[in-house]
């Protein structure tokens, strides 16, 4: 890997050491390497480097700035909740804090500039400086002028500075409507499977050897890497279910180098992970438990998403299902549902023919609350006083967000509703009543 | 008042000053009650008597949540722990946020106590570094910064010596914003953990888990996960990650629907950066049960409710908001109300004190009592000359009224062992007869004879089919039940329940020889399948042929002794559960308007409106308004003319026929004769009454203006006559 | 032995030879340092130099606007006459000073501020408050004023972005630049830079009246072999270099390189996308880049690959790395399109589309439920692949939230033909017309 890392301004053994940090990223390294040239050149004004979360944007930024001991300042994008924050973090990394202090109470994008160009007048850089943005993305939130001044910052305060901006997201929504000065763009390719292999290898347990981790990690990616290329989940995933490949061998049944055993083992546990990647539900000791609930009686996972239930009081429950059925039904048809003897409405021309995308596909409509209330009374099976409470349980419903208020807050006349669960979850609901809810959706007419 | 002066003009007449004195709620409380001479003494006891409840369930409060914290806590130390841990799978996931995800259920009123009591536990035990923070007042991320740094940062002026650089660092981010960043809390609790381990006072709190000092985490607890902004919660989540390696953050998120609102919420990029785990609080049901069990079903408190107002107050409980302190609030309600409504609420105290009660009490509370409803059944029961001496002689009544007391006082010591023995019996039989939760039992025994009820019948029929073993156990347990009671009545049944539980036995050892093993299974083997298949037709079928075959063969010695057990709880429910209602003076501790209750607790607005509206004489008791068949008098008040004449029309209203018909209603009223030509004619003082009326009730939302047709209103209720 | 040395002396020498090629490429590429004299713009020069001579010697204001598309050369212009002025010889004390406000001022007193600060006339301010702006402006100018009006030294005021300028509160400082120049004051000369041909339309009435409508346009009118030429131009090395013999060579190379037939095409391809001079100088910023002391020359093989990094696909580079679950959402949105003649879908539709391919093929590989497919959708969201249709409020539920895909049919297929480990169905299923 040393043929790929050579530059003739820093000593062999630090570029040793850089590329070791940055495994399956010595190429996106060695082209930074080259762009930025010998500290005491110039370097292009502007770089923007984008790819995948977890595909070591910040990462190579980080070993290469700090081993080769260029002169730099990273700010992360969301953590500058005020611009002034952002500049302060410029200031205070290359010229210390005497020089942040410079700048006014709530300073403007020319106070900064002019700070740092009185700085860089006392003490002008010998080597290039770079300011490294995270989350670059975010900065098209700021104020209009912040990203294309940044993008030419090196010609506006007139020094040897490079920013790199890293994100997510690609160049073309980043370019603003009058257009401005381009940055160099640099694209981090996500990791193949082998180089995954390679670095989840990495950190293996310490108390067994390299390649039964390493034939872990191949069993690992055999099952996720269809699914999930992101290294930072397939790593809490290894660390996840690592425990219960090494069972058998804790009990001695098999040993390491049968891999075959070792993975009848596993593969139902990981297929199981499977219908919960990417939601986190979990901690491991909690999936330590259930992994032992299991062995007794083989219940589904539980993780978060499947604690849906909700404890209501008896008539919240009906109100909800209430608000479902008006948010969810046609107003012309409550007549036909919610009218004892609705007498000529006949089923075949009461289904409308042209409408075929079903209102489930659409989601649920806004509706008035004299409707919700109508529908609450021929629901709800005794009848009950328009009690206070009754309102109040409304507004609750609204605080746990399982019904959105649509109008204004302040539009006191006829607030609006929609109904915010979903369909199992009001079955659930309705079960509990039993109160038979399909029979009462227009959609499953 | 009247002044000398000559000229026109207003005066103000200041009150003098001894009017605008501020009224103690003793004041309040006695003024406009009934029977004011003894009223403060009543009010003493309503007040100790509120007092211990409250603290009761305080207490309760903190024991119930005990359980659910503790694990947090344990959590939280776990988290703070792990920093130094060297364990693989914990290192694989140091990068991760410690998160606990607590469900605490939709009774939102209820959880500002829970969080206070965890954020104590939290600082006496863990950490010093607690920072709770609401959704209201975090509506953008800097604000959110803002509140969890100064509620850290303050909890340190507190504890630290040095409050000066502490208070200006935290004022000076107040003021500039510039340094409302997590860069600041780190170097502050750099500088504070470092303080703390060169072993400053000021952290002799956190002696006892030391270790872990060296890091004690930084706790922020969310309170209302649901009405975050998920923008500020995504953003902060990620700003804090950033920091996780210099600053052992950890979060609680409070949440009231389900956890799956986290997923809801936050994307994947950030809740990869959480390590959540999960804690579920004890459904408010329980909580409810438990509290009923300390608060009502218990013989320390002498206040009591009545069967109808412990209904409304469930019913609220079950039907509006699972909210316990609301049920607690009710209870305190209905105590405040009994002893200010009712003047022989004095003698609703501890015994002895009733006692004394009982002779200071004065002429006209002894009327009092004569009038009360059991006491007048009481009187009806003794012989004549005793009557006379009781209507007569003042003395006498008082030291009968002592000996009633006392009774009453018995009644209720016995009243709940008893209670919970029948409900330990019954709530193990198959589809409950007489209720799953010991308060249903509760309000039977309270409505009525409990043995005259058929689901009583029926349950006492399945206990008579209880195998030998599920007997024995059910009687020990009541056997266990009667135990602490110490009452003569109920020890004496203890020593009888005891007989027949040796018996029992040693019939299980003798037994065996002489009962024909088929007996046996013939009697326990349907009570088994009956546990299995419970609908009530196959109940009726199995209860038959049980009786079938009871009559055919003889009783084995064992169904003797269970007939005879069950008997013997049959006679001590007969002879304990009795309902309130039938004891003498029990108006004195049972509080029974009901409608109060209801009125007070759970309102109903429009309805009122309506009533007064169609009937003005409900609230005005003018003798002219009453009117009989609803219709209202034409003296009313105009609005409710208004409303009467608009109940008839349409959902649109014509403003011109409204007014023609309001203005013949009116003129009816004046007197003037029908058939004068100028009968309701529209005069402008009319008209202007009309348009008064009618904006009157627009306020009120009945009607509205409306764009569709001109110079008509839209009627917004439904229905009318 | 002395050969070795010779040859250890050589590759010093060589080294630093080498050393000082980067340092003046570099210089060129990513230091926008003006150069001599402005190139392809003689013309426009020319003009606004006589502009500027009028109100330097004569004393006569004036305002001028440079109208041209980014990398033409307006900043170099002005700056460059502005320079000029700055050292005209022959009469000293008519030495003009060059103020440059540019995007930096986000609104006008801040540019006023930096106007005082760029005359030196902060301590003269000191904290006088002053009624209105066009006071203050007028005693900055009146400070400069010596005497009377001919003796007075004139300001040239160059106002980079000229159109953000249009976008401050009712345009205070053009308002009053374009007074001056137009009043008898201090003699002025405004120049605004913009690359909007609009820009006229920006101005508030009484703004446009007070300006005098002339206007620079710096269209490049670039021939295929001018533009060639400047490639050359700009990779050649100076005389002034050290090593004549060195240079010589490296020049010699950039001949060749310019003669070779591909590296012609790939900077056809360049010219028919953009004549901007940046976008060549980072092009061959990347070139050089590729230049090390191994490899001392630029090989034609550098330039293509130079290219095809500016020219990649972004979008595509996205797909690429995207999981199986999230391309198959992707391809669902496809067919939804196709079906809608593009109309805005939700996530529900777009998961029952997934739905049907599911149930036509019997492996259930991929059927994840909900929660799952909800964070893929995220995920593509984040990425901006797909975009919430502006209007649907964020109130109502994310899996009913209306989007629009961000990609073409043709990006999408791409990406399938380059994607690692496709699964043939999912490719069949694109394929395929109908959902």
């Known amino acids: 890997m040393t043929t790929v890392l050579q530059h003739p301004a820093y000593e062999e053994e630090r570029l040793q050491r850089v590329a070791e940090q940055l495994p399956c990223r010595e190429l996106q390294a060695g082209m930074l390497l080259s762009l930025m040239g010998e500290p005491q050149h110039y370097s292009y004004p502007s770089i923007f480097i984008y790819g995948h979360r977890a595909s070591g944007k910040s990462h190579v930024m980080h070993v290469l700035l700090k081993e080769l001991e260029l002169p730099h300042a990273t700010v992360s994008c969301v953590e500058c909740i005020s611009v002034t924050l952002l500049f302060e973090q410029v200031l205070l990394s290359f010229f210390g804090c005497d020089a942040a202090s410079l700048l006014p109470r709530s300073p403007s994008l020319s106070d900064f500039v002019r700070v740092y160009r009185q700085q860089c007048s006392h003490s002008p850089a010998k080597e290039t400086r770079y300011i490294v943005m995270e989350k670059a993305e975010l900065l098209r939130d700021t104020d209009a002028n912040l990203l294309p001044a940044l993008l030419r910052l090196q010609e506006l305060v007139e020094d040897n500075v490079t920013v790199i901006l890293l994100s997510e997201i690609v160049w073309d929504k980043f370019r603003p409507n009058t257009g401005c000065f381009e940055p160099l763009v640099l694209n981090f390719p996500d990791y193949s499977k082998g180089e995954l292999q390679q670095i989840l290898s990495q950190d293996r347990h310490p108390s067994y050897s390299a390649e039964f981790y390493s034939s872990y990690i191949n069993i690992l990616l055999g099952v996720f890497y269809s699914v999930c290329r992101d290294l930072r989940e397939l790593r809490h995933l290894a660390a996840l279910n690592f425990s219960k490949f090494c069972e058998p061998l804790a009990e001695g049944k098999v040993k390491e180098t049968d891999t075959h055993k070792l993975w009848r083992n596993i593969e139902p546990h990981l297929k199981r992970a499977m219908q919960t990647v990417y939601l986190r539900e979990v901690s491991s000791l909690q999936w330590e438990q259930m992994q032992q609930m299991e062995e007794k009686e083989t219940g589904a996972l539980r993780g978060l998403s499947a604690h849906t239930h909700v404890e209501l009081p008896y008539y919240s429950k009906f109100l909800l299902i209430a608000a479902y059925l008006a948010s969810y039904n046609p107003a012309r048809t409550d007549k036909r549902f919610f009218l004892k003897h609705h007498g000529k409405i006949r089923k075949t021309k009461f289904l409308k023919k042209n409408e075929k995308t079903s209102n489930h596909l659409l989601g649920p409509k806004p509706f008035a609350l004299d409707r919700l209330l109508a529908i609450f009374y021929s629901v709800v099976d005794s009848r009950i006083a328009p009690t206070a409470s009754i309102f109040s349980q409304i507004s609750s419903l609204v605080t746990l967000q399982l019904l959105t208020q649509v109008s204004h807050d302040d539009q006191l006349d006829a607030p609006k509703y929609k109904c915010a669960v979903s369909m199992d979850f009001i079955c659930a609901i309705s079960r509990t009543v039993n109160f038979d809810i399909v029979k009462y959706l227009y959609d499953f007419l | 008042m009247s002044t000398s002066s000559v000229s026109k003009g207003c005066f103000v007449f200041k009150p003098s000053a001894k009017k605008r004195k501020t009224l103690s709620p003793k004041d309040y409380f006695s003024d406009g009650c009934e029977g004011a001479e003894n009223s403060d003494v009543r009010f003493k006891l309503c007040q100790d008597l509120w007092d211990k409840i409250k603290t009761d369930t305080e207490v309760l409060q903190d024991e119930l949540n005990r359980k659910i914290l503790d694990s947090l806590l344990d959590f939280t130390r ?159 989540i990620l700003i804090c990650s950033r920091y996780i390696d210099r600053l052992p953050l950890m979060f609680i998120f409070g949440i009231a629907t389900s956890p799956s609102t986290i997923q809801h919420m936050l994307p994947h990029s950030v809740s990869s950066l959480l390590c959540i785990e999960l804690f579920q609080s004890l459904s408010c049901t329980q909580h ?301 501790c049972y509080y029974s308007s009901s409608a109060t209750v209801r009125r007070h607790l759970n309102a109903t607005p429009r309805t009122c409106i309506q009533a007064a509206l169609s009937s003005p004489y409900y609230y005005l008791q003018n003798e002219n308004l009453k009117t009989e068949d609803g219709s209202v008098s034409n003296a009313a008040p105009d609005i409710c003319i208004a409303y009467k004449l608009h109940l008839e029309c349409g959902r649109l209203i014509n403003l011109c026929d409204w007014l023609e018909a309001y203005s013949t209603v009116v003129s009816a009223a004046e007197g003037n004769d029908p058939d004068s030509d100028n009968f309701g004619k529209v005069d402008d003082v009319k008209h202007a009454r009309f348009i008064r009326a009618v904006s009157e009730l627009e306020f009120l939302g009945f009607i509205k203006s409306t764009k569709q047709k001109t110079d008509h209103v839209a009627r917004l209720t439904w229905g009318g006559c | 032995m002395t050969t070795g040395y010779t040859a250890f002396l050589l590759l010093c020498v060589f080294i630093r030879l080498h050393f000082q090629v980067q340092k003046i490429l570099r210089e060129r590429f990513c230091h926008q340092k003006l150069p001599e004299k402005p190139e392809g713009v003689e013309a426009q020069h020319k003009h606004l130099l006589e502009l500027l001579k009028r109100t330097a010697i004569h004393g006569e204001s004036n305002s001028v606007l440079i109208v041209g598309p980014r990398g033409a050369g307006k900043t170099m ?304 969201q984040q990425l901006e692949l797909i975009r919430p249709v502006d209007g649907s409020s964020a109130k109502t539920q994310r899996e009913y939230q209306l989007m629009r895909l961000m990609l073409d049919h043709s990006q999408i297929m791409e990406a399938l033909q380059k994607y690692p480990q496709c699964p043939t169905d999912v490719k069949q299923w694109a394929m395929s017309a109908f959902g």
């Not at chain 2, 020990?476 to 020593?495: F, G, N, W």
């Not at chain 3, 198959?328 to 939804?336: D, E």
């Open chain 2, 288 to 588: 409810l049960a438990t509290v009923i069990d300390k608060l009502i079903l218990t013989n320390d408190f002498p206040f009591k409710l009545n069967s109808k107002v412990m209904q409304v107050l469930i019913s609220i409980f079950l039907y509006h908001d699972f909210s316990v302190r609301n049920f607690i609030k009710g209870v305190q309600l209905a105590l405040l109300e009994h002893f200010h409504s009712q003047p022989l609420s004095v003698l609703c105290c501890k015994k002895k004190d009733a006692q004394l009660n009982v002779m200071q009490l004065s002429h006209r509370n002894l009327e009092r009592i004569k009038q009360l409803p059991s006491f007048k059944r009481y009187i009806e029961k003794q012989e004549p000359q005793e009557q006379a001496s009781l209507l007569n002689d003042d003395t006498h009544l008082k030291e009968v009224c002592k000996k009633l007391i006392k009774d009453l006082h018995k009644y209720h010591k016995n009243y709940y062992p008893i209670l919970s023995c029948l409900h330990t019996l019954t709530s193990s039989l198959p589809r409950y007869p007489l209720g799953k939760q010991i308060r249903e039992l509760h309000l039977t025994c309270l409505e009525k004879n409990v043995w005259e009820n058929e689901d009583y019948q029926s349950a006492m029929k399945l206990l008579k089919m209880l195998a030998k073993d599920e007997l024995i156990t059910l009687l020990q347990r009541c056997a266990e039940i009667l135990q602490p009671v110490k009452s003569k009545k109920i020890k004496e049944a203890l020593v009888h329940l005891e007989e027949l539980l040796a018996k029992l036995k040693q019939l299980d050892t003798a037994a065996a020889a002489e009962t024909s093993p088929t007996v046996e299974e013939t009697i326990t083997s349907p009570m088994k399948n009956l546990q299995k298949k419970t609908d009530l037709f196959q109940l009726q079928k199995t209860l038959l042929e049980m009786n079938e075959s009871r009559r055919s063969k003889k009783l084995s010695p064992f169904e003797v002794l269970r007939n005879e057990a069950l008997d013997f709880i049959d006679d001590l429910v007969k002879k304990h559960l009795s309902p309130p209602e039938s004891h003498t003076l029990n108006e004195v």
């Open chain 3, 77 to 380: 212009v002005s700056l460059h006459s502005g320079l000029k002025m700055g050292l005209c010889v022959e009469m000293p004390e008519k030495k003009m000073n060059c103020i440059e406000v540019c995007l930096l001022q986000t609104d006008d007193r801040i540019a006023l501020k930096e106007i005082t600060r760029q005359l030196h006339l902060e301590n003269a301010v000191g904290d006088k408050v002053f009624g209105s702006f066009a006071e203050n402006l007028a005693f900055l100018l009146e400070a400069l004023k010596k005497g009377d009006r001919s003796s007075s030294r004139p300001v040239l005021f160059v106002l980079d972005e000229f159109d953000l300028f249009a976008h401050h509160k009712n345009q205070t400082l053009l308002y009053n630049l374009f007074d001056v120049s137009q009043s008898a004051q201090a003699p002025v000369a405004v120049v605004g830079l913009t690359c909007r041909l609009d820009v006229l339309e920006l101005l508030e009435k009484r703004v446009k009246s007070r300006f005098s409508h002339r206007q620079i346009h710096l269209l490049s009118s670039l021939t295929f072999s001018q533009y060639l030429e400047r490639v050359r131009a700009q990779l050649s090395l100076p005389g002034s270099f050290p090593d004549s013999k060195f240079a010589q060579d490296w020049n010699g190379g950039i001949e060749t390189l310019c003669e070779d037939k591909s590296v012609e095409e790939v900077l056809q391809r360049h010219f028919n996308s953009s004549t901007d001079f940046r976008s060549i100088q980072m092009l061959l910023m990347l070139c050089l880049s590729r230049v090390s002391v191994a490899k001392p020359t630029i090989k034609p093989a550098d330039l293509l690959e130079a290219s095809r990094l500016c020219l990649s696909d972004a979008k595509a580079n996205m797909l690429h790395g995207l999981s199986i679950l999230e391309l198959c959402l992707i391809i669902a949105m496809k067919h939804l399109n196709d079906v809608y003649e593009g109309e805005p879908f939700n996530l529900q539709m777009v998961h029952n589309e997934f739905k049907k391919f599911l149930h036509r093929k019997s492996n259930s590989m991929y059927n994840f439920d909900q929660p799952v497919i909800m964070k893929a959708f995220e995920h593509l």
């Open chain 2, 78 to 236: 776990k988290c703070s722990s792990t920093r130094q841990h060297s364990d693989w799978a914990l290192q694989m996931r140091a990068s991760e946020i410690p998160t606990a995800a607590l469900v605490l259920g939709v009774n939102v009123p209820d959880h500002d106590m829970t969080f206070q009591s965890l954020s104590e536990l939290l600082q006496q035990s863990v950490t010093p570094h607690v920072a709770s923070v609401q959704a209201k007042e975090c509506g953008a991320l800097k604000h959110l910064m803002k509140r969890v740094l100064e509620r850290l940062m303050d909890t340190v002026v507190a504890v630290d010596d040095d409050e000066e650089e502490a208070a200006e660092q935290t004022n000076g981010q107040v003021h500039k914003s510039v340094h409302c960043s997590l860069n600041t809390l780190c170097d502050w609790y750099n500088t504070v953990t470092k303080k703390s381990n060169s072993g400053t006072p000021g952290k002799k709190r956190s002696s006892p888990v030391k270790d872990e000092q060296q890091q004690p985490p930084v706790v922020v607890i969310f309170k209302d996960l649901e009405a975050f902004n998920p923008r500020v919660l995504q953003d902060f």
